[in-house]
Structure formats: C-alpha cells, structure tokens
C-alpha cells in the first residue's frame, strides 16, 4: 500500500487497479497444544484483536481508501453466491476477552501482569514467515493487542519454507499466515478431520469436526453451485465459530499500468487477463 501511495504522488501516469480477494491472513491457533483447545478461549483471542485497526494501519493508503475486508474463512468473497456475507463478524471487545479468559480459569494470581492456570502461564510463541514487512508488522500489533488481556506472546520469524514446514508437521504454538484462494470449492485439505488413511497436512490446526465434515462431503457431492451455495454458507458459519483461526483479513492485490496501455483486463483469474488484446 506504501508503494501504490508513492506512485500516486510521483507517477500519475500509472493506473492503479485492484485485483479482489485471492489472498487472506490469519492466525493459526494449533488445537493440539492445550493453550487453544477450548473454543471460548479462541473466542476470547479474537475479541483482543481490533482487526479493524490493524486493516487502518496496515492495508489502507494515505487517500483512505482499504485494501482489505475482513475475513470470515477461507472461501473466498470473489465466488458471488457462494461467499457468506452475513456472519456477525467478532470485533474488538477487550472487557469480553478478559471475562471469557476469567471463566475458562486464567487469572493473573501472582499480579505479574500475566495470565496463569494451573501453574502455567498463558504465553506462547507467534511465528510468521521471513520477507513479509505487512506479517511482520501485523505480528507486533498482535502482540501488543493480547499483551492487554494478559497473554504473553513471543514473536519469531523464521525463513518460509521451513515455516510452511512446520506449519505441515504442526510444530509451532500459533502461526500468522495467509492463502491464495482457489476458485473452486474444495475445504477439504484445510478443514477436514484426519483419517488413519490419510493426514490433510493443510489442515495446520489438526481441527476437526464432524459436522464440519459432513457439510464438506455434502457440497462436494452437490454439482450444482446454486444447489451447492448454502451447504457452503452452513460451513462457512461453522468454522467461524469454532475460531480455529482468527481470520483476519481478505487483500486488494494492487496492480500497477502505465496508462499507454490500453485494453488492460485485471479481474480474479489473473493480473493481466487476455494479455493478447
């Protein structure tokens, strides 16, 4: 977004157009770790973002205008019908957060400004990938919007593919990280349980539920999008819920054209569309 301002202040001659909602952000909460397992407490995580804010730091240029919405999964708000828009999105709320933490037996008993259970504190590690200034800098919000609940939180950025690999084994706490949508629909690699059979290394919280399952296996056998839409919806309400994320955001990619170009097509298939006309 700092560069699309830059070149608006020093290259009028080069168009800025938006290509929509192919890539999102999200926290990673990894179920196995005991930390997450409770879904009030994921809940109470997501009440000590203020998402909104890190969108107007982050991802909104000097004009005001957003490149980003928020996010409510990973189907992706290109797929007109099939996306839900009408999830009541869980917004900043840090009483809540602290209440939710309260109930589910997280109190700071020593008065060291940190959350403890059990002789445990509540804090872990937070790890995103090297090279990416908007993760980086989003990873310090987070810190800082969590630290005010009285959870510790640890950053550390490690170079990508060994990310994506631990990501895939489950080996970290909670991960910042993002995807490219696909447009056809297919959760299953991210959202469906394990099987003896066969482990869904993209599914990097271990999640899993049978009712998240069963909606998968239902929209899958439904050829018909129209048909397909609601089952897809149900999912979509489903996962939300269960928070095994906290979804963060969809991104405007920016795409820049020198205005001696003509006929330029940028849309969700691609930066350039039709490239031959």
């Not at 909104?52 to 797929?79: C, D, F, N």
């Not at 993209?202 to 009712?211: H, K, P």
């Not at 919806?233 to 990619?253: C, G, H, I, N, S």
């Not at 795409?255 to 490239?275: H, M, P």
């Amino acid at each position: 977004v700092e560069d699309a301002d830059r070149l608006r202040e020093e290259h009028p001659e080069i168009n800025l157009m938006r290509r929509g909602w192919r890539t999102s952000d999200y926290v990673a909460w990894n179920l196995t770790n005991p930390l997450f397992a409770d879904k009030e407490v994921r809940h109470a995580l997501a009440e000590a973002l203020d998402v909104e804010g890190m969108m107007q730091k982050l991802l909104t240029s000097k004009t005001g205008e957003s490149y980003a919405r928020r996010s409510v999964g990973t189907i992706t708000p290109a797929l007109c019908g099939v996306h839900n828009n009408d999830i009541p999105l869980i917004n900043q709320n840090v009483e809540s957060a602290k209440a939710k933490l309260a109930k589910a037996g997280w109190t700071d008993s020593d008065g060291d400004g940190i959350l403890d259970k059990g002789g445990k504190k509540f804090s872990f590690t937070l790890m995103t990938n090297t090279g990416n200034k908007r993760r980086a800098n989003a990873s310090i919000l987070i810190q800082s919007q969590l630290k005010d609940v009285g959870i510790e939180v640890n950053l550390e950025q490690i170079e990508s593919n060994s990310f994506f690999q631990n990501l895939r084994k489950r080996e970290y706490e909670a991960a910042l990280s993002g995807w490219a949508a696909a447009l056809f629909v297919d959760p299953s690699p991210m959202w469906k349980c394990d099987t003896p059979a066969q482990k869904n290394e993209f599914n990097f919280t271990g999640y899993c539920n049978a009712t998240t399952d069963a909606l998968i296996e239902k929209g899958l056998a439904t050829p018909n999008p129209k048909d397909a839409a609601p089952i897809w919806k149900e999912l979509q309400a489903q996962v939300y819920d269960e928070q095994p994320y906290a979804f963060l955001w969809w991104m405007d990619e920016i795409v820049a054209v020198n205005d001696r170009f003509e006929n330029v097509t940028v849309d969700v298939l691609s930066n350039l569309n039709r490239l031959h006309e």
